[in-house]
């Protein structure tokens, strides 16, 4: 009786299966979460209710406690979750499902043989979601929410060694905001900072999903862009380019406009590594700057 | 300086103790195949007793501290307790996830992260069937820790070193896996703890008398 009760109220999710597969015991915080109640399951097979179940990776875990009473671990990192339950809270993160660890075990009869197999779901959204958003802060610029030079130069790294292996080509755009300095003097930091969000956005809307466009540093900005030859990568910098000079951004009923420099570079067979790519970009951003800013010249 | 089997157990039991593992592999091999649908061929296991403090110099011995080798270690308890430890030698994330036939993500960064939840759900089995069958044939059954992958640098040999007792006598079963048509093998050891080792000798008396 006190079993059943401690069956039913604890904070995790725990279903026993036959040797079938089929139900024979579903707790109350699995009638809750899935909407699906211990009458219309007990007695039916798991897949009739959880059709995604009926795959290799559960069936394999499955058999592996029928045969050896293993316990196994479906573990959140790899399998997300194994029931498609909703999530009580998302914790600002946008989970489809709920994300669960995931034990099973061997329940067995007076002889020792396995007759059962147990399930237990834990609830494990919030930890993902604490862990999603570590992920992000490392790779993230807190600021502008666009990507951070470090992420920037280890995807840089990996696009060289494809480059090494399947000669595709790819180009880097650097930028920088033209008399940043001035608005900062000029307006106060808050304006500065709304200027370097309102930039990330507006070249963020501009390039494609594959693009990788990162702050580099201060006001200083990057994007690499696969796939792409100089040509192209010298028309996307200039579309940007006149976006940017077109647009009066509005900070406190104050229009403010900004003007950004630009440098290109492609990679060629003769480029030794990733960080002499990086190096010719910043030549040419330097030159572009030298000759009067506001423009794009490449190296 | 090895102690003489003898010292632990009489020669009767150590052949007891040998039958008992190949019976138990040769069960583990044919319920692989059926549970991950490769036939896993273990090699005959090979029985050694190791005694205080000569663990951790027969874990570094066996244990090939290089880049890409995966070790994984999973504690099981009962009357018949240890550790299973698993050692994968360079191995990529492709040919680990090509061991099941699950739909992995392709990307680099991504395979990555799952390349060692994939180790350790199929070392998982692997320890699992060992030791279970093992279990099965001494009369008794096993819980188990969640297995957790071994760091693979100095400082995660030396914490695997000091996770035994220092004065501990270990039976050591150790056995050379591999995945058929997959080019992928190991090593597992099974290391029992002290505590068991009466318990053992008993359970082995068991067996025997079983057949008498």
């Known amino acids: 009786m006190i079993f059943e009760q401690i069956f039913n109220m604890v904070n995790v999710g725990i279903v026993i299966l036959d040797r079938d597969l089929n139900v024979r015991q579903w707790n109350r915080w699995m009638e809750t979460h899935s909407k699906i109640s211990g009458n219309e399951i007990i007695g039916k097979s798991i897949f009739h209710f959880f059709p995604s179940l009926d795959a290799p990776w559960f069936k394999r875990n499955c058999k592996s406690v029928l045969a050896f009473g293993n316990f196994s671990f479906l573990s959140q990192k790899l399998h997300k979750y194994c029931f498609p339950l909703k999530p009580v809270n998302t914790f600002g993160i946008k989970f489809d499902h709920m994300q669960q660890n995931c034990t099973m075990g061997p329940l067995r009869d007076q002889t020792n043989v396995v007759e059962y197999i147990f399930l237990m779901v834990h609830d494990v959204t919030e930890v993902a979601a604490y862990e999603q958003k570590l992920i992000e802060m490392n790779i993230k610029d807190a600021l502008t929410g666009v990507y951070n030079r470090r992420y920037f130069e280890s995807r840089i790294e990996e696009e060289f060694e494809r480059h090494k292996r399947y000669k595709r080509s790819f180009s880097i755009i650097m930028q920088d905001i033209d008399y940043f300095k001035k608005i900062n003097d000029t307006y106060g930091h808050q304006a500065g900072d709304f200027i370097l969000k309102s930039f990330s956005t507006s070249v963020m809307s501009r390039i494609r999903a594959v693009d990788i466009f990162a702050r580099y540093g201060g006001e200083e900005f990057c994007c690499m862009l696969p796939e792409t030859e100089l040509v192209s990568a010298l028309s996307v910098a200039e579309d940007i380019r006149k976006r940017i000079e077109h647009t009066t951004f509005e900070f406190k009923n104050t229009p403010l406009n900004i003007t950004i420099s630009q440098g290109v570079s492609e990679m060629k067979p003769d480029t030794s590594c990733a960080e002499s790519l990086l190096k010719k970009a910043d030549d040419a951003l330097y030159e572009a700057k030298r000759s009067g800013r506001n423009r794009v010249l490449n190296k | ?212």
């Open chain 2, 1 to 212: 300086m090895e102690p003489n089997l003898n010292d632990i157990f009489s020669s009767d039991e150590k052949d007891i103790l040998q039958e008992i593992m190949n019976i138990a592999f040769g069960n583990a091999t044919a319920d692989l195949a059926q549970v991950i649908d490769i036939y896993v061929v273990l090699s005959v296991p090979n029985i050694k007793v190791i005694d205080i403090g000569d663990l951790p110099h027969y874990i570094k011995q066996n244990i090939p501290s290089s880049e890409n080798t995966s070790i994984l270690q999973q504690k099981f308890w009962g009357e018949f307790r240890g550790s299973g430890i698993l050692v994968f030698p360079q191995t990529s994330g492709k040919d680990i996830a090509g061991i099941l036939d699950d739909q992995f993500s392709d990307d680099g960064f991504t395979l990555h992260r799952q390349k060692t939840e994939i180790l350790l759900e199929i070392g998982n089995i692997l320890i699992g069937a060992c030791v279970g069958k093992v279990s099965e044939l001494l009369g008794t059954f096993v819980t188990y820790s969640p297995p957790h992958l071994i760091v693979d640098d100095s400082e995660g040999h030396n914490n695997l070193i000091n996770s035994f007792e220092e004065n501990q006598t270990a039976i050591v079963m150790k056995t050379i896996f591999e995945f058929e048509n997959k080019n992928i093998n190991g090593f597992l050891m099974i290391l029992t703890d002290n505590e068991s080792i009466d318990w053992l000798r008993h359970a082995l008396q068991n067996f025997m008398e079983s057949y008498e």
